[in-house]
C-alpha cells in the first residue's frame, strides 16, 4: 500500500477545488511544550464531491477540518475556500463566511436547546437576517424524514433525529460545502447509516460538497474519496473506498 | 470537603467579587449607620460636656415630665430667690443664675445669621465665673455687661464679619434689640457649637430678654475643693423649697445628649431601614448565585454522593461556603461602611440636615453586629438552594444533565397568590373599611411578597411580551427573548431585586407627588389666606411673636392668623398641638368646626379633631387633662370639635395665649394674611416684606412661592429617599450582572456552536445585551407597577392627614422605567464581552 502514498489529492484529474489547504501548518503550545498537530498539509477537495477524512486519534483530522472550516487558523500556510483566502479574513468576514457558505454537522450539540427543529434548520439564515427559501427547506426536510419532528425541541428528539435535524439545518443555506465533523460517532448503527446516506445523496442528488472526518471506516465507505491522515501528515488517499478495504489500509497505519 | 469548597470558589473570581459586593453593600450600610449614629452620640456628648463642663451641680425646676424637645429645657423657672439659698448651702464655691433662649443674630447689614439645618439659634447668659463657663472661652474682646453688650460665637463673627464693636440687632420672642458686640465666644476648640449660633449676655440681660425678670432657667454650682458634685447635689437638695431640685452636671448632660439622641433615633431608623432593603435585595443575588452554581454542580455533586458523600456532607459544604462567602462579604461591607458613614453624613448635610461631627467611632458592638447580620443573611439565602442540592440523586452524576428550566411550581403560585389577595383585603379593609391602620404596613408587606412569590409564574409571559419589539432585533434579539423565557425562576429573582428597589423609590415618588398636588388643596380647601408669612428658611422652628404684630400694623392688612404649635400630652398620651389666636382663627382658617367654636377657647379650652373626638368618645363641653413638661397638669374644656384637617393637621387646638402660660412663650410658625377690600396683593406684599426688614427670621409669600417652596421641601426629601434606594437598584443591578455571567458560562457550548454557524460577535454581545434589557425590564416594570399601587394605597391612607389628591409622576416613573433599562445595557457590558469570547473550537468538539 505505501507506493500509492502521495503528498497531495492533486494526482486526480483538475476539477474544481471547493476548498484547499496550502502548506498548513498548524501548532499548540509553545517552546519544549509544542505539539505539532499539523505539519505542512497540501490537500484539495473537489466541488461535488463527498471526501471522507480518515486517521487515528491525534493525526490532526479534526485540525484539518476545522482550518478547512474556518472555525481555527494555521500556525502557518493558506486555507481556502473556492477562491477566497480564509486566513486573511478578520474574524467577522470569517464569520459571515462561515453563515452564507458553509454548513456544518457537529459530532453532538449541533443543536439550540431553546429552539424547534424547524426553527433550528433555518438558525444560521436567520441570523443573516434572510428569508429561508422554503421550498428547498421543505424538500430536505422531506428528504430526511423530518416533517413530523419539526415543531420538536432537541430535547424530544433521539440522537439520530438531532443529527438528522443538523444535516438539515447544514444544507439549508445552499453552501458551497458542508464539514462534518464525526457526525455519526455519538449514533448507533442504524440511525448512523441514515444519516450517511442522506450525506452521500445530498452528493449524488443535489450536488453538494461534504467533508467529513470519521474514524470508522464503515462511515468512510460513503464517500467517494478518503484522505488518510497520521502524525499531522496526509499519508495516502483512496478513491470508491470500501468499508474493508479503508479497514485494512487503517490497521496497516496503526501498526 | 472544605479544601475543596475554598477551591471552588475561588475558580470563580467574578461570581465571587459579584455575590461579595451584593452582599458587602448592605453590610456596609449598616455599619455605616452604626459608625454615623455613634460618632454624633459622641459628638452631642462631647458638646454638652463642652458647655457644662465646669459646672459640678444644677438647681432646676423638677419637670412634670419627662419631655425631649433637643437642646432646649422644657422646665418651668425657678425663682431667683432661691440662688440666695443654694449660694449658703454648705460645700458651695459659687453659683450662678442662667437663662438661655431663642435668639437670632443678624449681621451688621441686618440681614439674619441663619444655621443650616436647623440648628437652633440660642442666647444665653454668660456666667461671671470663669469656672461655671466650662469650655465656652472668650476667644476676643470682654465679657458682656449691661443691657447693651453681647458677644457671639466666633463663628458667626468671622462668616458674616461682624467686627467687635459693631452693633448688631439681635431677634427674640420679645422684640428685637440693638447690642454692641463686645466680645467672640469660643467652645474649647471650636468656634461654633455643633453649628449653632451663640448670642451671650450678662445674665440680668439675658433674664430680661430671653427669660423673664425674677426668675431663671436653673441655676449653676460650682463646689468648693475636695467636694464631689454628687456629695454637692445632696446638700444642695436639702436645702431646696419644694418643686426644686439638684442634680450633678454631668447628669444633666447626658440627660441633654440623650434627648437630643432620641431625637436623631429617627436617622438610625431610617438608614436601617435602607440597610435592611439593601440586604434584602442582596439576598435575592445569593439565592441566585447558589441556584445557579448548585445547577451547574450537579454532576459534581452528584459525584461525590456516588463515592460515598452524604447528604448531610453536601449540604454543610454549601453552608460553609456560604457562611465563608458570607464572613467575606460583610468583612468587606464593614470596611465600606466607614466610607458610607462619612458620605451619609455628606448627603444629610446636602439636604439640609447637619449634625455634628467628631472622629468616626467605631464601636465593637458595630463590628459584631456587622459580621453577624452580613453572615447570617448569607448563609439563610443560601439555605434553600443548598437543601435542593441534597436531592441530587447520585445517578445524575452519570447522565448528561442539561440545567434544568425550572419552572415554577404550582404549590409557590397557589401560596403567591393567597398571600397576595390577603395583603390586598388587609389593605383594601383599612382603607375602605374600619380595619385598624396598624394592618397597614403588614398588608402592603404581604402584597410585596406575595407578588415575589408570583413573579416566577409571570416571567416567562413578561419576558414574552416585552421580547415582542425584539424581534425586530433579528436573530440576537430573538434568542435574547427565549433566554431570558428558558428559566423563569432565575429571571424573575434576578428582575425581583431590581423590582423591590423600584417598588420603594416609585412608590416614594407617586406619594411625594401626592403630596405636593395635594398641597395646593389643602391651601385652597382649609385656609383663607391671600398671604404667607413664613420663616425664612424652611428649617428654621419659628419666627418670633413679634412679627405678627408688624404684619397686622401693614396698610392693606385686614388681619393675620397666626398659629403656632407644640408638644403636650393630652388624656396621657403625648400628641402635638396647634396654638392659634381665637379673635383671629376663623379670619385665616377653615376648620370646619360642627360644634362650638374656636374663639370661645380662651385659655382654658381646646378644640379637639372630630376623628379624635370619636375614637374617644368626647363631645362639647367634656374636660380633659393636658399636661404641659413646663408647667404640669392643666384641665382643658372641650369647647369645639372640627373636621377641616388640612393646614392644621393636629388632633388638638389651644390658644397663644393658654400656650404661653403653659409652656412659656414660644415661636409662630406661620400668619395668614388677609388683604383688606380693595387692597393690591402685591402691594402689600412688598410692604410687608419692608416692614419686616428688621425681622430676617421671617419672610412673606404669596400663593405660588409658598407652594413652590413647600414642594421644593418635599423635593429634597424624595432625592434623599431617592439616593438611598438607589443603593438597592444598584445591587440589584449586580444582581443582573451576575445572573448573566452564569448564564454565559453556562451557555459556552451554545454561543460556541451560534458562532460556528455564523452568529458575528457583535450578534453574540447584541444578544445577551437584549437579554438584560428584558430582565430589567420585568423589574422595572413589576416594580413600577407595585409602587405605583403601593404609593396610591399610602397616598389614600394619609387622605385624612390632608393628602386629597391623587397624582402619579408619569414622567418620572417612565424616566426610571428606561432608566432601567440602560442599566440593563451597563449590567450587560462585562458579560456580553466574554460572551463574544467564547472559543468556537472549544465549545463545539464533543469533549
Known amino acids: 500500500m505505501s507506493a500509492t502514498i502521495s503528498m497531495t489529492g492533486s494526482s486526480t484529474a483538475p476539477v474544481t477545488a471547493a476548498a484547499r489547504a496550502e502548506g498548513v501548518s498548524k501548532f499548540y503550545g509553545t517552546g519544549d511544550a509544542t505539539i505539532a498537530a499539523l505539519k505542512d498539509v497540501y490537500v484539495s477537495l473537489e466541488a461535488g464531491m463527498f471526501t471522507a477524512i480518515m486517521g487515528p486519534s491525534g493525526s490532526g483530522k479534526s485540525t484539518l477540518l476545522h482550518m478547512l472550516a474556518g472555525l481555527d487558523r494555521p500556525t502557518s500556510g493558506e486555507v481556502f475556500l473556492g477562491d477566497t483566502q480564509l486566513t486573511s479574513l478578520n474574524d467577522k468576514a470569517l464569520t459571515l463566511l462561515r453563515r452564507d457558505q458553509i454548513g456544518f454537522i457537529f459530532q453532538s450539540f449541533n443543536l439550540l436547546p431553546t429552539m424547534s427543529a424547524a426553527e433550528n434548520i433555518v438558525l444560521p439564515i436567520r441570523i443573516a437576517g434572510r428569508k429561508p427559501d422554503e421550498v428547498w427547506v421543505k424538500s430536505i426536510v422531506d428528504k430526511l424524514g423530518l416533517a413530523d419532528r419539526l415543531t420538536h425541541r432537541p430535547t424530544e428528539l433521539s440522537g439520530g433525529q438531532q443529527q438528522r435535524v443538523a444535516a438539515a439545518r447544514a444544507l439549508a443555506s445552499r453552501p458551497q460545502i458542508v464539514f462534518a465533523d464525526e457526525p455519526t460517532g455519538a449514533l448507533d448503527s442504524a440511525a448512523g447509516t441514515e444519516l450517511l446516506g442522506f450525506l452521500r445523496k445530498a452528493v449524488k442528488e443535489l450536488g453538494q460538497t461534504v467533508v467529513m472526518v470519521t474514524h470508522d471506516p464503515t462511515a468512510a465507505s460513503y464517500a467517494d474519496r478518503v484522505l488518510f491522515l497520521a502524525d499531522g501528515h496526509v499519508v495516502d488517499e483512496m478513491f470508491e473506498p470500501t468499508a474493508d478495504a479503508v479497514l485494512d489500509f487503517m490497521k496497516h497505519l496503526g501498526a | ?847
Open chain 2, 1 to 847: 470537603m472544605f479544601t475543596a469548597t475554598l477551591r471552588g470558589m475561588l475558580a470563580h473570581k467574578v461570581r465571587l467579587v459579584l455575590t461579595v459586593a451584593s452582599i458587602a453593600l448592605g453590610v456596609a450600610f449598616l455599619a455605616g449607620t452604626l459608625v454615623l449614629t455613634d460618632t454624633m452620640r459622641l459628638a452631642f456628648d462631647q458638646l454638652f460636656g463642652k458647655v457644662s463642663a465646669g459646672t459640678d451641680a444644677v438647681v432646676r425646676a423638677e419637670a412634670a415630665y419627662s419631655q425631649s424637645e433637643g437642646i432646649s429645657t422644657s422646665r418651668a423657672p425657678i425663682p431667683a430667690g432661691v440662688l440666695t439659698q443654694v449660694r449658703k448651702a454648705d460645700g458651695v464655691r459659687t453659683a450662678e443664675g442662667s437663662v438661655s433662649g431663642y435668639a437670632l443674630l443678624t449681621d451688621n447689614a441686618g440681614r439674619a445669621v441663619l444655621t443650616s439645618g436647623g440648628a437652633p439659634t440660642m442666647g444665653y447668659s454668660l456666667p461671671a465665673d470663669p469656672a461655671l463657663r466650662g469650655d465656652v472661652k472668650l476667644l476676643t474682646g470682654a465679657a458682656p455687661s449691661g443691657a447693651h453688650q453681647v458677644a457671639i460665637d466666633a463663628t458667626s463673627a468671622e462668616e458674616h464679619h461682624i467686627a467687635l464693636g459693631s452693633t448688631i440687632k439681635v431677634l427674640f420672642n420679645g422684640p428685637t434689640q440693638i447690642f454692641t458686640v463686645v466680645g467672640t465666644v469660643g467652645f474649647g476648640g471650636e468656634k461654633n457649637l455643633g453649628g449653632t449660633t451663640g448670642a451671650y449676655f450678662d445674665s440680668a440681660t439675658a433674664q430680661q430678654v430671653l427669660g423673664a425678670p425674677g426668675v431663671f432657667d436653673s441655676i449653676s454650682v460650682s463646689a468648693e475643693p475636695g467636694v464631689a458634685p454628687a456629695e454637692l447635689a445632696q446638700r444642695i437638695n436639702a436645702v431646696l423649697p419644694d418643686g426644686a431640685e439638684a442634680v450633678t452636671g454631668a447628669t444633666v448632660v447626658k440627660e441633654s445628649a440623650d434627648a437630643v439622641n432620641e431625637d436623631l433615633k429617627f436617622v438610625t431608623v431610617l438608614f436601617m431601614i435602607f440597610a435592611g432593603i439593601a440586604l434584602f435585595v442582596g439576598s435575592f443575588i445569593i439565592w441566585n448565585t447558589f441556584t445557579m452554581t448548585i445547577t451547574q454542580r450537579s454532576r459534581e455533586i452528584a459525584l461525590l454522593r456516588a463515592i460515598g458523600a452524604t447528604r448531610r456532607q453536601v449540604n454543610r459544604s454549601l453552608i460553609v461556603e456560604a457562611l465563608l462567602l458570607g464572613l467575606l462579604a460583610s468583612g468587606v461591607g464593614l470596611g465600606l461602611g466607614l466610607l458610607v458613614a462619612k458620605g451619609l453624613n455628606l448627603l444629610m448635610d446636602a439636604v439640609g440636615f447637619s449634625l455634628p461631627s467628631t472622629s468616626m467611632q467605631v464601636e465593637p458592638r458595630t463590628i459584631v453586629v456587622s459580621l453577624l447580620v452580613g453572615t447570617l443573611v448569607t448563609v439563610v439565602a443560601a439555605l434553600v438552594p443548598a437543601y435542593r442540592a441534597t436531592k441530587v440523586l447520585p445517578v445524575e452524576a452519570l447522565r448528561d444533565a442539561v440545567p434544568g428550566a425550572g419552572n415554577p411550581t404550582k404549590k409557590r403560585i397557589i401560596a403567591g397568590a393567597v398571600v397576595t389577595s390577603f395583603g390586598l383585603a388587609g389593605l383594601f379593609s383599612t382603607l375602605y373599611a374600619d380595619l385598624s391602620m396598624k394592618l397597614f404596613g403588614p398588608s402592603l408587606l404581604a402584597i410585596i411578597v406575595g407578588v415575589l412569590m408570583l413573579l416566577p409564574a409571570a416571567a416567562r409571559p413578561l419576558a414574552s411580551l416585552i421580547g415582542i419589539p425584539l424581534r425586530l432585533r433579528g436573530m440576537p434579539g430573538e434568542l435574547a427573548r427565549q433566554n431570558a423565557m428558558r428559566n423563569p425562576r432565575r429571571t424573575s429573582s434576578t428582575a425581583a431585586a431590581l423590582m423591590v428597589g423600584l417598588t420603594l423609590v416609585v412608590s416614594m415618588g407617586v406619594f411625594a407627588s401626592s403630596l405636593k398636588a395635594s398641597f395646593g388643596d389643602v391651601i385652597g380647601d382649609s385656609i383663607n389666606a391671600d398671604l404667607f408669612v413664613t420663616t425664612s428658611s424652611a428649617q428654621a422652628p419659628g419666627f418670633s411673636p413679634e412679627v405678627i404684630k408688624v404684619v397686622k400694623g401693614v396698610s392693606g392688612v385686614s388681619s393675620v392668623t397666626a398659629s403656632g404649635w407644640g408638644e403636650a400630652r393630652f388624656d396621657g398620651a403625648d400628641s402635638s398641638y396647634s396654638a392659634v389666636d381665637p379673635a383671629t382663627a376663623a379670619d385665616g382658617l377653615n376648620l370646619g368646626v360642627s360644634a362650638g367654636s374656636v374663639a370661645a377657647l380662651g385659655t382654658s379650652g381646646v378644640v379637639v379633631a372630630q376623628s379624635a373626638a370619636t375614637s374617644h368618645g368626647w363631645k362639647l363641653g367634656d374636660v380633659i387633662q393636658s399636661e404641659f413638661a413646663a408647667t404640669g397638669k392643666h384641665d382643658l374644656r372641650i369647647v369645639g370639635i372640627y373636621n377641616g384637617k388640612g393646614w392644621i393637621g393636629d388632633d388638638f387646638i389651644i390658644s397663644i395665649a393658654a400656650q404661653t402660660a403653659a409652656a412659656g412663650q414660644q415661636l409662630t410658625s406661620s400668619g395668614l394674611v388677609r388683604l383688606a377690600p380693595g387692597a393690591d396683593r402685591s402691594t402689600v406684599q412688598q410692604a410687608i416684606t419692608a416692614a419686616l426688614a428688621d425681622h430676617p427670621d421671617a419672610k412673606v409669600l404669596d400663593r405660588k412661592g409658598f407652594e413652590k417652596e413647600a414642594s421644593g421641601f418635599i423635593d429634597k426629601l424624595l432625592t434623599f429617599v431617592t439616593v438611598m434606594l438607589l443603593l438597592a437598584v444598584l445591587i440589584a443591578l449586580l444582581g443582573i450582572v451576575n445572573t448573566l455571567v452564569l448564564s454565559v458560562f453556562e451557555r459556552t457550548r451554545e454561543l460556541g456552536l451560534l458562532r460556528a454557524v455564523g452568529m458575528t460577535r457583535n450578534q453574540v454581545r447584541a444578544m445577551v445585551r437584549w437579554e438584560a434589557v428584558v430582565i430589567s425590564l420585568i423589574g422595572a416594570l413589576a416594580g413600577a407597577a407595585l409602587g405605583i399601587g403601593l404609593g396610591l394605597a399610602l397616598s389614600q391612607a394619609l387622605a385624612d392627614e390632608g393628602i386629597k389628591a391623587i397624582s402619579i409622576p408619569g414622567v418620572q416613573v417612565t424616566l426610571y422605567v428606561v432608566l432601567a433599562a440602560v442599566a440593563g445595557v451597563l449590567a450587560a457590558i462585562g458579560p456580553a464581552r466574554s460572551a463574544a469570547k467564547v472559543d468556537v473550537l472549544k465549545a463545539v468538539v464533543a469533549d
